[in-house]
Structure formats: C-alpha cells, structure tokens
C-alpha cells in the first residue's frame, strides 16, 4: 500500500474511518456514489467522498440539502465511533466539513428540532457505533485500494446491510432516509 507523501499508516487510517463515514451515508441517503478516496485530491482534501443526488420526483430542494448536511456530518461521527471524542468538536477541526454543514444549514434555515435529534442521534451512538463493523469493512477497503468507485461501494454494501439489518441503527439510517421534505 502506497501511503500519500508525509502520512502514517495511523493517519490514513483515520482518514479512511472518516471517509467511509461520508461514503456510506451517502449510500444510506440514496445518493448515487460516484468515487470515495482515502488519497488527497487537487484540493489538497486528505481525502473525499463525491456523489449526485438523484432526486425523486416528489423531493423537494430542502430535503436534498438536509441529506448533504448529514452526510458532511458523518465523517466526524465515523470518526467518533473509533477514536472518541464528540462528533461536533471533530467537525470543528474539519473544515470543509464544518463550511459544508454550517452553509447548508444557513441557506435553507434547516429547523433546529430536526438537526439536534440528529445530532443527539450521533452523540448517544445509537446511529454510528452500531454500524461500526460497516464502517471498519469499508475502510479496509478504502486502505487497500484508495479509492472506491460507486460500483465497488454498491457490490460491498448489500452484504453489509444484512450485517446490520436486525440492528436499532438499522432503523435509525431507515428513518432518517424516510424523513419526509422539511
Ligand atoms: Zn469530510
């Protein structure tokens, strides 16, 4: 495995943790993935995670930009369920991430009640740590191959639904992909 240039294995370690926090919640939100990278981009990311919406006729907007704002969240909640620490001040040192929530939440005044039961969702753990082994299984994947293309996230995530199908946090990813528009 070939490691970017001034990065241990430790730090890529975690930057694939973090990326397939984004990955698979846009998996989750029924985005369509295109590529997640635990290698830098021309940005200099240490890593990214790039998907298209693909909009049901009956979404609106909103509901869109609500699923951008968890998915930008998830990152640092992945982060969260292996190292510790409150998703939010792992956000705070993640700042595109951070841009990300923060612009989406102003432009569209995303009402609070629903983004703190998110984020008291994030916080308690029921979301994340019960989906851990989905995030370990595609961080390995991440590692060994630095990229992931949608093709190969989709071919990894039916076997890990099952994984966690019987799982409260099972109903937690349905239910928040379920929410109807805000
Ligand atoms: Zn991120």
């Given at each position: 495995m070939m490691l970017p240039a001034g990065r241990t294995r430790e730090c890529d370690r975690r930057i694939a943790i973090h990326e397939a926090g984004h990955g698979l919640m846009a998996q989750r939100m029924g985005m369509w993935v295109e590529i997640v990278s635990a290698d830098p981009d021309d940005d200099r990311r240490d890593g990214y995670c790039q998907y298209d919406i693909l909009l049901?006729?009956?979404?609106?907007e909103r509901h869109c930009h609500w699923r951008r704002c968890v998915i930008a969240y998830a990152g640092a909640a992945a982060e969260s369920i292996f190292y510790g620490g409150d998703p939010d001040s792992i956000l705070f040192d993640r700042r595109d991430d951070l841009c990300m929530v923060t612009k989406i939440r102003e432009t569209v005044n995303l009402p609070s009640a629903e983004w703190l039961e998110f984020r008291n969702k994030a916080r308690s753990e029921a979301l994340f740590r019960t989906v851990r082994r989905e995030v370990e299984i595609v961080a390995d994947s991440l590692q060994e191959c630095r990229k992931l293309s949608g093709d190969q996230l989709r071919q990894l995530l039916p076997t890990l639904s099952q994984v966690a199908s019987a799982s409260p946090a099972q109903s937690a990813w349905l239910c928040l992909r379920r929410q109807g528009p805000l």
């Open positions: 049901a006729h009956d979404e609106v």
